[in-house]
Nanobody, 123 residues
Protein backbone atom coordinates (compact mmCIF):
# COMPACT_ATOMS: atom_id res chain seq x y z
CA UNK A 1 0.00 0.00 0.00
CA UNK A 2 1.32 3.42 -0.94
CA UNK A 3 -0.02 6.81 0.07
CA UNK A 4 1.24 9.97 -1.60
CA UNK A 5 0.36 13.23 0.14
CA UNK A 6 0.62 16.55 -1.65
CA UNK A 7 -0.63 20.12 -1.56
CA UNK A 8 1.29 21.54 1.35
CA UNK A 9 3.05 24.88 1.24
CA UNK A 10 3.45 28.32 2.75
CA UNK A 11 0.32 30.41 3.30
CA UNK A 12 -0.58 33.50 5.28
CA UNK A 13 -2.87 33.32 8.27
CA UNK A 14 -6.49 33.27 7.14
CA UNK A 15 -5.62 31.54 3.89
CA UNK A 16 -6.53 28.13 2.54
CA UNK A 17 -4.82 24.99 1.32
CA UNK A 18 -6.14 21.69 -0.03
CA UNK A 19 -4.17 18.55 0.71
CA UNK A 20 -4.54 15.43 -1.40
CA UNK A 21 -3.65 11.83 -0.63
CA UNK A 22 -3.46 9.40 -3.53
CA UNK A 23 -3.65 5.74 -2.55
CA UNK A 24 -2.66 2.55 -4.32
CA UNK A 25 -2.07 -1.09 -3.50
CA UNK A 26 -5.45 -2.15 -2.13
CA UNK A 27 -9.17 -1.44 -2.49
CA UNK A 28 -9.29 2.19 -1.39
CA UNK A 29 -13.05 2.27 -0.86
CA UNK A 30 -13.00 -0.49 1.79
CA UNK A 31 -11.06 1.50 4.41
CA UNK A 32 -11.25 4.63 6.50
CA UNK A 33 -8.86 7.48 5.83
CA UNK A 34 -7.39 9.89 8.30
CA UNK A 35 -5.25 12.98 8.50
CA UNK A 36 -2.81 13.60 11.33
CA UNK A 37 -0.21 16.30 11.90
CA UNK A 38 3.00 16.77 13.82
CA UNK A 39 4.39 20.16 14.76
CA UNK A 40 8.05 20.65 15.73
CA UNK A 41 8.70 19.36 19.23
CA UNK A 42 5.21 17.93 19.58
CA UNK A 43 3.63 14.52 19.26
CA UNK A 44 1.63 13.49 16.24
CA UNK A 45 -2.01 14.43 16.69
CA UNK A 46 -5.31 13.48 15.09
CA UNK A 47 -6.88 15.99 12.69
CA UNK A 48 -9.74 14.31 10.81
CA UNK A 49 -11.15 10.95 9.81
CA UNK A 50 -13.66 9.74 7.23
CA UNK A 51 -15.35 6.36 6.91
CA UNK A 52 -15.13 4.06 3.90
CA UNK A 53 -18.08 5.50 2.02
CA UNK A 54 -17.49 9.11 3.02
CA UNK A 55 -20.71 9.62 4.94
CA UNK A 56 -19.22 9.94 8.43
CA UNK A 57 -16.51 12.37 9.46
CA UNK A 58 -14.93 13.50 12.73
CA UNK A 59 -12.55 16.32 13.52
CA UNK A 60 -10.33 17.43 16.34
CA UNK A 61 -11.70 20.36 18.29
CA UNK A 62 -8.83 22.53 17.10
CA UNK A 63 -9.84 22.29 13.42
CA UNK A 64 -13.59 21.75 13.61
CA UNK A 65 -15.43 24.28 11.47
CA UNK A 66 -12.30 25.21 9.53
CA UNK A 67 -11.13 21.93 7.96
CA UNK A 68 -13.11 19.47 5.84
CA UNK A 69 -12.13 15.90 5.00
CA UNK A 70 -13.51 14.19 1.91
CA UNK A 71 -12.76 11.32 -0.42
CA UNK A 72 -13.28 10.31 -4.03
CA UNK A 73 -13.46 6.54 -4.19
CA UNK A 74 -13.42 6.66 -7.99
CA UNK A 75 -10.03 8.37 -7.89
CA UNK A 76 -8.64 6.53 -4.83
CA UNK A 77 -7.91 9.91 -3.29
CA UNK A 78 -8.65 11.60 0.01
CA UNK A 79 -8.60 15.34 0.60
CA UNK A 80 -8.25 17.79 3.45
CA UNK A 81 -9.59 21.27 2.73
CA UNK A 82 -8.09 23.71 5.21
CA UNK A 83 -9.61 27.17 5.53
CA UNK A 84 -9.03 30.06 7.95
CA UNK A 85 -5.55 28.74 8.62
CA UNK A 86 -3.74 29.84 11.75
CA UNK A 87 -0.01 29.87 12.61
CA UNK A 88 -0.67 27.06 15.10
CA UNK A 89 -1.74 24.85 12.18
CA UNK A 90 1.90 24.77 11.05
CA UNK A 91 2.99 21.12 10.96
CA UNK A 92 3.81 18.18 8.75
CA UNK A 93 0.50 16.65 7.70
CA UNK A 94 0.21 12.90 7.18
CA UNK A 95 -2.54 10.93 5.52
CA UNK A 96 -3.21 7.40 6.70
CA UNK A 97 -5.29 4.42 5.60
CA UNK A 98 -7.10 2.38 8.22
CA UNK A 99 -7.54 -1.29 9.06
CA UNK A 100 -11.30 -1.26 8.45
CA UNK A 101 -14.04 1.01 7.15
CA UNK A 102 -15.15 2.80 10.32
CA UNK A 103 -13.84 6.15 11.47
CA UNK A 104 -11.13 6.30 14.10
CA UNK A 105 -9.13 9.00 15.88
CA UNK A 106 -6.40 6.55 16.95
CA UNK A 107 -3.13 6.49 15.03
CA UNK A 108 -2.69 2.85 16.06
CA UNK A 109 -5.68 1.90 13.91
CA UNK A 110 -4.00 3.12 10.71
CA UNK A 111 -1.44 0.61 9.44
CA UNK A 112 -0.45 2.60 6.36
CA UNK A 113 0.96 6.13 6.26
CA UNK A 114 2.03 8.63 3.64
CA UNK A 115 5.30 10.51 3.71
CA UNK A 116 3.90 13.80 4.99
CA UNK A 117 3.55 17.24 3.47
CA UNK A 118 4.68 20.45 5.16
CA UNK A 119 2.15 23.18 5.89
CA UNK A 120 3.50 26.49 7.13
CA UNK A 121 1.18 29.32 8.13
CA UNK A 122 2.77 32.73 8.59
CA UNK A 123 1.30 35.40 10.85
Amino acid sequence: VQLQASGGGLVQAGGSLRLSCAASGRTFSDYRMGWFRQAPGKEREFVATINWVGGVTYYSDSVKGRFSISRDNNRDTAYLQMDSLKPEDTAVYYCASGSDGRTSRLASEYPYWGQGTQVTVSS
